[in-house]
């Protein structure tokens, strides 16, 4: 059986998740790509009903990030 | 001004990093505290603002400025440390078409010049050029030339200056013939040093280099009578270069001369060398000391010579052949006399049988720099030759040029030429080499060869020869300092060939360094000029960013005033090496470099490890005061105000760093825990085991050999104590940066003895230059808070003294008219960046645009180098209009430093900056996953579908601008209110105080001098004196405020005054609400009349005049389980209050019961000065508080003397009490404005560090003790502060707040009020609707956008303008 790779939607606050995440990129940090960065104003803005939404449409797994 | 050259065009970096990646110049880290190397081309850190790469480069190194043709030595040696011999012979080859000839036979100026003869010996420059040519063929190095022209040009002689000149003009696009009077090329290279030197094949090899630029050689064509300069004119040249060397041999003058078996060096070598062979003696005698001496001896010897003996007349020191070449002779068998001259050749027959000589002895030093040789009289001799070689020296060969008109020589027979263009007094001839200096280095002849193309490309053009070609030597050249630990390690040795195997035979003797060998000598280089100027990083650059040959640029800039803020300095423990042993003990870390062991980003990527053996350390100590509080050591007699809590903060990460079983050991003479917050985070770290030991440390040593660490001190009782550690840290203090203070002088601003700027307690940030303005350390140590606090009040002082002329110099941008997209279908136009190889080198860039393509609603994908450039932007906006596109990806780098530039160029094409969305491809996708090609490209399609889905539904978004009430209400008529109030009202804006008591002036009324001993009441007189006559500052005195409604720009305060209330509209409102000291239940105060508090007793000198002995506690009702906070003020005050009444009364005895003095930043001369004095001070501990009681004399205080370890029984007449501050009761403002207050009733920042001043409700700032206890002069500055952040805004002619907000559906509202109640912003309010009860409305000017209140919704009700449901759920439906 092939390894389970899960899908991993990042919800990442644009003030300092998504901004760590740039400078994981500025320092050329290394991580899965199974992860996909969605940017949100505030981890407040993630509605509950957003997790059982993106897991429904087919995502693994969900990081609230904020 | 001058403005260093970056070297780096700022408009187009990318910050990609390829040039640093390229670069082979290795440097210390500053950043890592030289913990780790950077290169010449750097980013000094990862966030570092601009985000763009700098090289680093001063002087050219001077090898470079030693070598006559100027070659770009520390190039190409870094270009053989690398390997990449090709580039270096690049490097050589723009000025030397011979690497592999000059590599064997130059002798190498550089060396001498070389800054490692300063640790050892130089650097083995020419071998190094020589292993490149070796490793290379360098007649395969592209050799760049312009277009051939029509125009010819002769070239006598095909020596070094003449072939230099050939290959030099070729690359101009001119072509020559060299005539050549021998029958083979290459002048003295060819004829003059034999093959165990120079392999004959080695100089064919670069010959062809020039003949396969199109250059012709014709040989056996000397200049005479068959071929004159005329002729050469004759025959179409237009310009004629003469090269013909110094081949002819100077006679000795001494009788016998002519004798057979007499030959000069030169024709002997010249004949060896065209024909293998010649003549040679059994018994040879060579009569110099120069270069030709010795090939000839070394020739003769291999050719079979028995006996060879050179005759010189000085001694071996003045010798002018190599040392490495007599050295060789001599191991070959050369026999050398010293002091020794010739007189006369012995003959039998017409030939040499013998020579007499004569000894010399050395006397004065003559022109030539030497001790002339003086001959001994009576002490000839004889020896017996059978050949004899003079080799003193050689000239040119005049006799085919002499009569050509129009040149002339000097009288020792070389060619007058103008120095610097090489032109003769003939129109269109030129002359150089040996010709023009007589005999000299190859390397010369070679520039004067490029120097004489540079000229005739010039003349052929018309243009003037020699404009701009002056030799400039810099004055004092700047290079990098020598690295201490770079010494010692040798000069690679040469391989040579064993002496027994070069007899007979002319193989080279030297026979090159291997590869390895090459780079460790490479790598000896100390890269003097830091850059190199390989231009690899030029190549690297697909932006083209990199500008080698920009210039320092001199400005001059008008401005109304300045601000320095030049910063600090950190200690250098060097000096006192014997007592702190950094530089020797590896475990011994400042705490710069502990911070960035601590730190992801730094040497060890965040992992703790001990220097010596990379282990984790357990036990780690750190020595406070290093560098401060310290006039033993240095002068530095102030306290750096930060160290304390740095080391508690380091000591914390370093325990969560190496988890349990760690322990933190900070020596100290006092904690000064005095900032907002501290005193807890103290706390903490006791409670989390880390030790605060009170001691003096008196010795760092080693306990072993893996680097452990002996610490011996002495505690407070007077007992010794050692303990071993892992790691010491020395916690360094702050000074001025002697480049800040020299520039402060430069410009006429006053410093104080520690070299800070002198400021003023009531107006600390005015220098004494009017108009000059400081913050931060140059103004006194102090931290970030306080740092970016007196930033802004320094900004504010500007602002009041340029009010005038704000906006004068301001420009608006006129876009086009937005287009109405409403009823449009979706046409996304996407724009995937290759941000050069950042992006395209990591994925396919091509691939996910065809994705793209196939997206819904796609029309239109492009592909882009840099889809930031500003060609891009005109390429971006013409699409827009062609595929009448209405939403725009760009699929690039990150929305936080590119959104603004695209929302830009999508207003500048009509449309509505919010119709943009950015797919991040590069920061979270290319770099991060930049080992997996086909991952990170399918990545970046996820991510582009996701950003296309969303951007379908994306909407146009109206600005929103709010108006101003230009007006400032001020809360809290203190020495803070007021300077805030003034500092509005100066700058034009009218200013409302709201004073709750009868008087202005706040606590700073009780003051009488601040601790430097101005006068606080005359300040505050003047002050209020200001504010009363000021026509637009308004005082409302026993006014309270009752309620307040509004947001930025529009806030409307409701006054209670004269049992009125009045409503003030105001668009900003500052809050200084201030404190007071407390009143004790403890210490008989309020019992007995000796216990005061505060100032209470210097308001009576007749009791001090009076008293025999006066005590003050500290720290009554601060620092307890009740308020756990230091008040910051008190230790300073008391000392103060204390020194004053001791001036008063010398006879008088003053006590103070401390806990810890905290007396930071400057103020610590002022406890020394106490000390001094004879004030004693008693450190009590809270668990141990003195006991105050009543006697029939007074008071008896007990209290337990940590020094004496016994009790003391102090009999006080008077006890002062410096009692906590605590904030005056303002819950009901915090209320009415809804900000924050902290555990103590302190109000809360926005950010301690950020946004020391701000509230995050935008339109709200404090100042002043209402943030925390501080004394005037920091109130003053936070009041400015706070004004300058209060006029951005009001200085606005209305307010464009982000349209980025909530929106509630009032139909779906059903008025429950849960985001009114979650929104920490005031921007929901709940509105009362007739007939329908309350319904949320949004108050955009206030809302920030995040949302929390449409996640909270039941009714979902509230959607995010931007970031609507159906907006993000696209994105997150888009999912593989």
């Known amino acids: ?66 | 001004m001058l403005q260093k050259p970056r070297y780096i065009d700022l408009n187009k970096c990318t910050a990609c990093g390829e040039c640093a990646e390229v670069c082979p110049v290795e440097l210390d880290n500053e950043y890592d505290v030289g913990l780790s190397n950077r290169k010449a081309a750097f980013k000094l850190y990862a966030q570092a603002i601009p985000g763009a790469y700098a090289i680093q480069k001063t002087d050219r190194a001077p090898c470079s400025l030693a070598c006559p043709a100027g070659l770009n030595v520390q190039g190409y040696v870094q270009m053989v440390g690398q390997g990449k011999y090709e580039d270096a012979l690049k490097i050589i080859m723009e000025d030397l078409p011979l690497p592999g000839v000059l590599g064997r036979i130059c002798p190498h100026g550089c060396e001498d010049a070389c800054r490692r003869c300063e640790v050892d010996n130089p650097v083995a420059i020419r071998d190094l050029k020589r292993l490149a040519a070796d490793q290379f063929d360098p007649r395969k190095i592209k050799i760049e030339c312009l277009p051939p022209r029509e125009e010819k040009v002769a070239i006598v002689g095909s020596g070094p200056a003449g072939l230099s000149a050939a290959y030099h003009l070729a690359r101009k696009g001119i072509l020559s013939t060299i005539f050549e009077a021998l029958p083979e090329a290459g002048g003295m290279l060819r004829v003059g040093i034999p093959d165990h030197r120079l392999p004959r094949e080695i100089l064919d090899r670069e010959i062809e280099i020039i003949t396969n630029l199109g250059v012709e050689i014709k040989v056996n064509t000397p200049l005479g009578p068959q071929l004159t300069v005329d002729d050469l004119f004759k025959e179409g040249h237009k310009a004629v270069y003469l090269a013909v060397g110094a081949h002819r041999g100077i006679e000795l003058g001494i009788p016998g001369e002519g004798a057979g078996g007499v030959r000069q060096g030169v024709d002997f070598l010249k004949e060896l060398n065209l024909s293998g062979k010649t003549p040679v003696g059994k018994k040879v005698g060579i009569i110099g000391g120069g270069n030709v001496a010795i090939d000839v001896s070394r020739s003769a010897v291999r050719l079979g010579a028995e006996e060879v003996s050179i005759i010189y007349r000085r001694s071996r020191a003045e010798m002018p052949a190599w040392e490495d070449e007599i050295q060789a002779a001599e191991a070959e068998g050369v026999k050398i006399t010293y002091l020794a001259a010739p007189q006369e050749v012995l003959t039998q027959d017409g030939k040499v049988v013998g020579i007499r000589c004569i000894r010399m002895k050395l006397g004065e030093t003559d022109s030539s720099g030497r001790r002339r040789p003086i001959p001994i009289p009576g002490s000839e001799y004889d020896i017996e030759i059978d050949q004899l070689v003079p080799a003193i020296g050689q000239r040119p060969d005049l006799s085919a040029i002499e009569d050509v008109e129009g040149l002339a020589f000097s009288r020792w027979g070389t060619a007058d030429v103008d120095p610097v263009t090489y032109a003769t007094n003939r129109e269109a001839v030129f002359a150089g080499g040996d010709l023009q200096t007589g005999p000299w280095v190859a390397i010369g002849a070679i520039a004067a060869g490029r120097e004489a193309a540079e000229s005739i490309a010039r003349f052929l053009d018309g243009r003037d020869m020699a404009e701009g070609r002056e030799p400039v030597t810099p004055e004092n050249p700047v290079y990098r300092p020598i690295p201490e630990d770079n010494a010692g390690k040798a000069r690679e040795k040469m391989p040579e060939l064993p002496l027994k195997d070069r007899k007979g035979n002319f193989k080279e003797v030297e026979l090159g360094y291997d590869e390895d060998t090459g780079k460790e000598e490479a790598h000896r280089c100390l890269n003097c000029g830091y850059c190199c100027e390989c231009f690899q990083c030029v190549e690297a650059c697909i932006a083209e960013a990199v500008i080698h040959n920009q210039k320092p640029v001199e400005r001059e800039i008008e401005v109304g005033s300045a601000i320095l803020c030049l910063g600090t300095h950190v200690f250098d423990p060097a000096p006192y090496e014997d007592l702190y042993h950094h530089e020797s003990y590896p475990n011994v870390l400042t705490s710069m470099e502990f911070e960035r062991f601590l730190s992801a980003t730094g040497p060890t990527s965040g992992h703790l490890v001990r220097p010596s053996d990379k282990k984790e350390p357990k036990r780690i100590a750190w020595i406070q005061c290093v560098g401060s509080r310290d006039t033993a050591h240095c002068s530095n007699d102030y306290c750096s105000s930060v160290c304390c809590m740095y080391a508690i903060k380091e000591a914390l990460i370093a325990k969560e760093h190496t988890g349990g079983d760690f322990t933190g050991t900070i020596f100290n003479m006092d904690i000064r825990s005095h900032g907002k917050g501290f005193e807890r985070y103290y706390e903490r770290a006791k409670s989390e085991g880390i030790r605060f030991i009170r001691s003096r440390v008196h010795s760092i040593t080693e306990a072993d050999d893996n680097g452990t660490l002996k610490i011996g001190y002495v505690e407070e009782s007077g007992e010794i104590y050692e303990e071993e550690f892992d790691i010491v840290v020395l916690s360094v203090g702050m000074e001025p940066d002697p480049s800040a203070v020299e520039l402060s002088r430069k410009l006429g601003v006053d410093l104080n003895k520690n070299n800070f700027v002198n400021t003023d307690d009531f107006s600390p940030v005015m220098t004494s230059r009017p108009g000059i303005y400081v913050a931060g350390v140059l103004q006194g140590t102090k931290d970030i808070p306080q740092s970016v606090t007196e930033a802004s009040a320094a900004a504010c002082a500007s602002s009041v003294s340029l009010a005038q002329s704000r906006g004068e110099s301001t420009k608006e941008k006129v876009f086009p008219e937005e287009k109405d997209i409403s009823g449009e279908e979706p046409r996304v136009g996407v724009f995937v960046c290759n941000c050069g190889n950042n992006i395209g080198g990591f994925a396919d860039v091509p691939g996910i645009a065809e994705y793209a393509k196939t997206l819904p609603n796609v029309v239109n994908v492009d592909e882009n180098l840099f889809t930031c450039s500003q060609d891009t932007q005109e390429k971006i906006v013409e699409v827009i209009k062609e595929h009448k596109l209405n939403r725009i990806v760009v699929a690039a780098c990150t929305p936080t430093t590119h959104e603004a530039l695209f929302r830009e160029t999508l207003r500048n094409a009509g449309l509505n900056e919010n119709l943009f969305e950015m797919a991040n491809i590069r920061n979270q996708c290319t770099w991060v996953h930049s080992h997996n090609k086909e991952e990170a490209t399918e990545k970046a399609k996820d991510l582009v579908r996701m950003a296309v889905a969303k951007s379908s539904f994306l909407e146009p978004i109206s600005d929103l601008m709010v108006d101003i009430e230009k007006s400032g209400l001020i809360i809290g008529g203190g020495v803070a209110g007021m300077t805030a109030a003034l500092s509005l009202a100066d700058q034009g804006f009218p200013a409302t105080i709201v004073e709750r008591s009868d008087t202005l002036g706040g606590a700073a009324r009780d003051i009488k001098k601040t601790w430097r001993g101005n006068d606080v009441h005359e300040y505050l007189s003047g002050l209020i004196d200001r504010i009363e006559q000021h026509p637009i500052v308004e005082v409302l005195l026993n006014a309270d405020v009752t309620g307040s409604s509004g947001f930025v720009g529009n806030f409307e305060t409701d006054i209670l005054t004269g049992g009125k209330t009045r409503t003030i509209k105001h668009g900003v409102c500052i809050i200084a609400t201030g404190a007071n000291a407390s009143s004790p239940d403890e210490y008989l105060y309020g019992k007995n009349p000796r216990v005061t508090r505060w100032h209470d007793l210097e308001q009576e000198p007749n009791r001090i005049k009076d008293a025999r002995t006066v005590v003050f506690i500290l720290c009554v009702g601060s620092r307890d389980d009740k308020r756990p906070y230091c008040s910051r003020v008190c230790c300073t005050s008391s000392i103060g209050q204390a020194v004053n009444f001791k001036e008063q009364n010398p006879e008088i005895n003053v006590f103070i019961l401390y806990r810890d003095i905290r007396t930071y930043g400057e103020k610590e001369a002022l406890y020394q000065e106490a000390r001094d004095m004879g004030i004693i001070f008693v450190r009590y501990t809270i668990d141990k508080k003195p006991i105050v009681t009543e006697s029939d004399e007074g008071l008896d205080i007990r209290v337990f003397d940590p020094v004496l370890q016994r009790e003391l029984l102090i009999k006080a007449d008077l006890l002062n009490l410096a009692t906590a501050i605590e904030p005056t009761g303002h819950e009901d403002i915090a209320g009415y404005f809804k900000i924050p207050i902290d555990d103590d009733k302190f109000f809360i920042e926005a950010h301690a560090k950020l946004r020391p001043v701000d509230f995050a409700n935008d339109g709200l700032f404090v100042c002043g003790m209402a943030h925390y206890p501080k004394p005037i002069d920091e109130s003053i500055v936070q009041a400015m502060a706070a004004a300058s952040k209060a006029a951005i805004i009001l200085s606005q002619p209305c307010i464009k707040v982000s349209p980025l907000v909530s929106q509630v559906d009032t139909e779906k509202c059903i008025g429950c009020g849960l985001c009114a109640e979650v929104c920490n912003f005031v921007a929901i309010i709940m509105e009362e609707i007739e007939g329908k009860g309350f319904r949320a409305k949004n108050v955009p000017a206030s809302c920030k956008g995040c949302g929390l209140c449409a996640s909270s919704c039941p009714q979902g009700a509230i959607d995010m303008l931007h970031f609507r449901d159906r907006q993000l759920l696209a994105a997150v439906s888009a999912v593989r």
């Not at chain 1, 949100?40 to 609230?64: E, F, H, N, T």
């Open chain 1, 1 to 66: 059986m092939e390894k389970f790779e899960p899908k991993i939607l990042a919800f990442l606050c644009n003030w300092c998740a998504y901004a760590a995440a740039d400078l994981a990129g500025v320092s050329r940090f290394q991580y899965p790509s199974n992860v996909k960065p969605l940017r949100v104003m505030c981890s407040a803005r993630v509605d509950p009903l957003y997790i059982i939404k993106a897991l429904k449409a087919g995502w693994d797994g969900i990081l609230v990030s904020g």
